[in-house]
């Protein structure tokens, strides 16, 4: 039967779809571990003389021989990071509403951020998410660290080596902002103060130079910022209920605008990339640190990669293309913004608005489905703004854009219950041509036509769905604000699995009741699938997100009601 065939059809297309998925989290995982343990057995088998692909490139500025420093306009490319970051220098600690962090007194290093608001686990409310971090040890060596400076041609100036001196060892936000001041002067006299800017409320963090030219001659300085870190999927522990999320570097600019340039990208060639507007960030499933340079100045965005340290690190910056000149006993001031926070879209369009940047919700990534996905994240916040609670929000959701989609469902579910009202017939005629498949088909095709039932009635409204539904997946998946979102009884944090398997099994259950409303197939193999398909998925939903599986409860238990008072209406129950 033709409906049968369309149904399973669809079934097999989200099947492979969340199959598909896995594949890639998967094969993500096996590269970045087989690239982690090659490049340490190379290490362990070369020669103590270095090679020369393995001598960094000394750059052209004068003073400027220190590693991991983006060349300036007119060098040809950034130079090779030639060893890792290290722990050396003094952490200055900073306490605000929603961080704490540390800066390193080496190079002025923003090196480690907390978020409070966003605790690792449900279980330890006290402990917030690392999102920056810095190796510890030998043994720990992730690391994920926002790094800035300056660069010229002309003398030496404070890039993210630079040892700076500091006012106090700790800083706690008391009024709207908090201010970090780290000092530096050259041996010339010109005086550099590094200051961080905190705000209450915000995930913003403002980096300013303040340059007081006390020289007799005059300067030229081109700023430069940079996100760096390894690729923790080498050793996250990885396994089939890891969620699918990109997990590495991206840029926007006027012309090509969102791109991701993941670790991959970044090993074949370094990243040049010259724009008026645009912006670095390193992205993870739900959490983002972007660098958003002011617009309007010629910028160069680019990556560099380390091998020289127990693991590759990435770095993905920008570096301005525009000098910035103080004349003898001239001072001004360089300022750049650094986002590190969760992907709250009311705070990436709040800095979209304000600083007139474009792009920054991207990172919230919904891939080729984001004109779906938006607007129905869009109705999904206005939703929870009214009930307050993410769970009833996904509830209402659902509840709404069944609604919407009634006219095609009560479509397809009539055609359904006219299939199932000729199934006795088709049997009859099954047994009656056994042995002649053709004349059994034409036979069928007769019925249909005698009974106004067109076989493939109920396959385009489900087909036209299947985006829609594909895209809420991809909200549900990827919006930190159902992080640990809680709902109700023990379902706490709607972004994790059932710990009790509960929803995913409910979901099956109501799989196979909705199937026993659909004609049964009269192909016995197509039987057999249909029968194993709410096992299937069943086991499959055990590793999902309890929101997603919650929205695909209730959307099978309408699908049962509406398609139960449409066979009761078609006599077909």
Known sequence: ??????????????????????????????????????????????????????????????????????????????????????????????????????????????????????????????????????????????????????????????????????????????????RVPLNWTDERGVQYIKEFVFHRDSYVVDVTYTIKNESTEQISVYPYAQLSRTDPSSNSGGGFGRLPSYLGGVIYTDDEKYQKVDFGDMDDANLTVQTPNGWVAMIEHYFVAAWLPQRGQPKELYSLVSNTGPRPVYSIGYKSLEATRLSAGQSGTIASMLYAGPKEQYRLRAIEEGMSQEGLKLTVDYGWLTVVASPLFWLLEKIHGAVGNWGWAIIFLTILIKALFYPLSAASYKSMAAMKRLQPRMATLKERYADDKQKFQAAMMELYKAEKVNPAGGCLPILIQIPVFLALYWVLLESVELRQADFALWWNDLSSPDPYYVLPVLMGASMFFQQKLNPAPVDPMQQKIMMFMPLVLTFLFLSFPQGLVLYWVVNNCLSIAQQWLINKRAGAT
Do not use: C
């Open 1 to 178: 039967m033709e409906i049968q065939k369309n149904i399973l059809i669809v079934a097999v297309v989200v099947l492979s779809f969340i199959l598909y998925q896995r594949w890639q989290e998967f094969q993500q995982e096996y590269a970045a571990e087989h690239l982690v343990n090659t490049e340490y057995v190379e290490r362990e088998n070369s020669s103590v003389v270095p090679q020369a692909a393995d001598i960094p490139e000394v750059s052209e500025l004068s003073g400027q021989e220190e590693s991991g420093l983006p060349s300036t306009p007119e060098a040809t490319q950034p130079n090779v990071v030639d060893e890792p970051l290290s722990s050396a220098g003094r952490f200055i600690e900073i306490t605000t509403d929603l961080v704490r962090a540390k800066i390193n007194t080496v190079g002025g290093t923003l090196a480690y951020l907390e978020l409070i608001e966003e605790p690792e686990t449900v279980e330890q409310p006290d402990i917030g998410y690392k999102l920056l971090k810095t190796p510890t040890s030998a043994s720990t060596q992730d690391q994920f660290v926002a790094q800035s400076g300056l660069i010229g041609r002309d003398g030496t100036y404070p890039n993210h080596h630079t040892v700076f001196s500091a006012e106090r060892e700790a800083y706690q936000l008391n009024d709207e902002l908090l």
